[in-house]
């Protein structure tokens, strides 16, 4: 039986995977993989603001100890500031308790290694077997672990946070709208900004356990935008319910999706002589404008299968330091082992500081092409490629689009869904394709 999908351990509430039950033997599992007769024996773990927090939080953390692991909680924080401490305070793991930006009703298990990164796809099979097999043996009571509390937590990620840019930087003079999402940056991305001198106004930042992503952040940026527009703030700045993305809007109250944050940032540092290799790593997802002008600026886009794992595994192959997603997953290794939602934020608006320029400015020089994203939620998780009309259907759309655009068809890695995205030129014709290739697939697999 499967536990991992692409981006942890995810389901709905109080369902298999994510029952009591069940959590206790992932913690039970995950503290028998890690324990050393000699070592420190102790692992992070962090949340984002779901009801059920609270209740994972406790499974997890008795299923650790019990194991003889002692657990350091921090309560709510930015997945990328559990991956930080867990690095920079030598734990032994960190875990983020959180679903990203999916509904409060469900929930999820992130596990980073002892330097920061996701678990290997080795290590994460282990774990499923120990869970569904009856290989694990307790310790006698005098060896069980303990659980403790970190209190400043976020104030140790602000200062790193503050710290990627030079000391010199501030942001003084500049208006900028943050939606947290009512999530897990509710205090940090508002708190960071307004000590580096910007004048703040925070949106969706009094969660209630039920509210995370709900109608908010980095899902759905109309809000943001007009709030902008509202106050003649400079830019706007949203994060889904972990913080692990970022995308923005210009002071016009355009949108920047992951990709024209990772063309203004990869120029940037190609410019300073800092992007390894001279490319960025991003995946099938990104749009053929963000290549098409990186070329320009000599730098290669190089493709991995959806999910920010994959671009990080395929940045330390490769020798690579600079990638991300087009949905706001931005990774510099120069700063953080996944992507991270306040450091691409400071980053942004200081690359847009030092070159004088407004965002939108920044943003004009790439042009995208029109994408469509269509979500088939299906009766169950199938090869897709079983079904001959749905092939028939991507080979019409690709003969259709005649090497002027791109039609991709993955299963969700989350979610019970068919993802299908098709770009090019003409947004009639895309818009055309997307609809026959979603209804076939509705059709046959809803």
């Not at 935008?225 to 319910?241: K, P, R």
Request: glycine fraction near 10%; charge should be negative.
């Amino acid at each position: 039986m499967k536990l991992f999908g692409t981006d942890g351990i995810r389901g709905a509430v109080n369902t298999h995977p994510m029952t009591p039950e069940t959590v206790v033997r992932i913690g039970m599992a995950i503290g028998q993989i890690l324990h050393r007769n000699n070592g420190k024996n102790m692992v992070l773990i962090g949340k984002d603001t779901r009801l059920s927090g609270y209740t994972i939080e406790s499974a997890l953390t008795s299923g650790i100890c019990a194991m003889g692991m002692n657990v350091t909680l921090v309560g709510p924080l930015p997945t990328p500031g559990v991956a930080y401490l867990t690095k920079s305070l030598r734990f032994d793991a960190g875990i983020v308790i959180s679903a990203s930006h999916n509904p409060f009703e469900d929930n999820g298990i992130k596990i980073f290694d002892r330097d920061g990164f996701k678990l290997s796809d080795d290590i994460e099979q282990t774990i499923e077997r120990l869970v569904f097999n009856s290989g694990m043996t307790l310790p006698p009571a005098g060896k069980i672990g303990k659980a403790y509390r970190l209190e400043d937590a976020t104030a140790r990620y602000i200062e790193y946070v503050k710290s990627t840019i030079p000391r010199d930087a501030d942001f003084d003079g500049l208006k900028v709208v943050v939606d947290s999402a009512n999530g897990a940056a509710y205090k940090v991305t508002p708190l960071l900004l307004a000590e580096l001198g910007a004048e703040v106004i925070s949106l969706n930042d009094n969660p209630d356990g039920k509210n995370i992503n709900d109608h908010c952040g980095s899902l759905y940026l109309q809000s943001l935008s007009q709030t902008v527009l509202s106050h003649g703030a400079h830019v706007g700045i949203a994060h889904d319910g972990d913080a692990d993305r970022t995308l923005m809007c210009d002071e016009l109250g355009n949108t920047m999706d992951g990709d024209l944050i990772m063309a203004v940032w990869a120029k940037e540092l190609h410019k300073e002589g800092k992007l390894k290799n001279a490319a960025v790593v991003s995946t099938v997802m990104s749009n053929l404008g963000l290549q098409h002008y990186l070329e320009k600026e000599g730098i290669t886009l190089l493709r991995t299968k959806v999910g920010d794992r994959y671009v990080v595994e395929r940045m330390l192959e490769g020798g690579y330091n600079f990638g991300g997603e087009q949905s706001g997953h931005i990774i510099s290794l120069a700063h953080s082992t996944t992507g991270d939602g306040p450091i691409t934020a400071v980053q942004i608006l200081n690359i847009a500081r030092k070159s004088k320029k407004p965002l939108s400015e920044l943003a004009s020089e790439i042009t995208l092409y029109p994408q469509i994203l269509k979500n088939v939620r299906v009766s169950r998780m199938q090869d897709y490629r079983g079904f001959p009309e749905i092939i028939n259907a991507i080979a019409e759309a690709e003969k259709a689009l005649n090497n002027t655009g791109r039609i991709l068809v993955r299963p969700s890695g989350t979610e019970p869904k068919i993802r299908i995205m098709v770009e090019g030129r003409s947004s009639e014709l895309i818009g055309e394709i997307a609809e026959r290739v979603s209804a076939t697939v509705e059709r046959l697999m809803a």
